[in-house]
């Protein structure tokens, strides 16, 4: 097992996607962190780094999907993962060096991402307003998540033997999960009572004159797309559970409950390998 993750990691300190995917995530939390300080000016508002810290959340699926579907399927493109097996390496250990090096990617691409996001966002937006606990459970919650991306597109990638399908495979299921963790995230954002200008009757309290001479009055009344009920609970769960419902919430720090998202990104995290040994080890290597 050592032998095949000293392999593994010699392969990611020489490879371009790992750097290029690290460069192009702490580019974009530079131009997040400048982005927001312009609009503290431009719009004189005050903003902290607690605005910019989490943004790159959003995008780190893809770019773990990315990174695993290359890495892992270059090793069958190139049969090494069959010269693994021919010289007696166990499958399950195999599968786990993988699921290793995918979650050292994901990790050190998060550190990277927070150490920009703070080296450059306190001295430009402030400090953390954020509370310590809240702020330290988060930054756990995000790292599980890298580490859920990783386990789910290892799985994809090492039961996939064509570099091309795993390739679409992985990035086609970030965007899915990612479309998924919007609607999920904007839908449970509806406020549940909304305004609207109304012709004027016994019950309105503002008056606007129109322009041909009606009145018109400002009405708060019960919002259509507002979800309620066993519905708004499904949704929560969905939210809570899918690693990019937690990234809205995590972007946002909205999460309601954060201890629980925890909780679920280990649940995926052991399934989603306990699945991928199972199924590679009944997998047939050409």
């Given amino acids: 097992m050592r032998r095949l993750f000293g392999a593994n990691l010699e392969r990611l300190k020489k490879n371009k996607v790992f750097y290029a995917c690290l ?3 702490v580019f974009y939390c530079v131009l997040v ?3 927001i300080w312009r609009d503290t000016i431009r719009f004189d508002v005050t903003m902290s780094v607690d605005d910019a810290l989490f943004n790159f959340m959003v995008s780190i699926g893809l770019i773990i999907s990315l990174f695993c579907s290359l890495f892992v399927g270059t090793e069958y493109s190139d049969g090494t993962i069959r010269n693994k097996i021919v010289v007696g390496h166990v499958r399950y250990q195999i599968y786990l060096s993988y699921f290793l090096i995918c979650t050292l990617m994901g990790a050190v691409l998060y550190v990277f991402c927070l150490l920009a996001g703070f080296v450059l966002g306190i001295p430009l937006l402030g400090g953390v307003e954020t509370e310590l606990p809240y702020l330290l459970c988060l930054l756990l919650d995000a790292l599980l998540v890298c580490i859920v991306y990783g386990a789910i597109f290892n ?3 090492v039961l996939s033997s064509n570099k091309a399908h795993t390739a679409v495979l992985c990035i086609l299921a970030a965007l899915v999960l990612m479309v998924i963790g ?4 904007q839908t449970l954002q509806q406020p549940e009572t909304i305004s609207q200008l109304v012709g004027t009757g016994e019950d309105m309290e503002i008056s606007i004159e129109g322009a041909d001479g009606m009145d018109f009055a400002l009405e ?3 919002n259509p797309h507002y979800v309620s009920g066993l519905r708004r609970e499904i949704y929560q769960f969905f939210l809570d559970f899918l690693p990019s419902g937690q990234v809205m ?3 946002s ?4 409950h954060p201890y629980l998202m925890g909780v679920y990104s280990m649940i995926i995290i052991v399934v989603s390998n306990l ?4 199924f590679f080890e009944k997998k047939d290597i050409k």
Avoid: D, E, N, P
């Fill in 220 to 222: 708060t009344v019960k």
């Fill in 182 to 185: 919007i609607y999920l995230y």
């Fill in 155 to 157: 799985l994809i990638a």
């Fill in 23 to 25: 460069i192009v995530s």
């Fill in 33 to 35: 962190c400048v982005s």
């Fill in 253 to 256: 720090r909205t999460a309601l």
């Fill in 249 to 251: 919430q995590i972007g």
């Fill in 275 to 278: 699945a991928g040994m199972f």
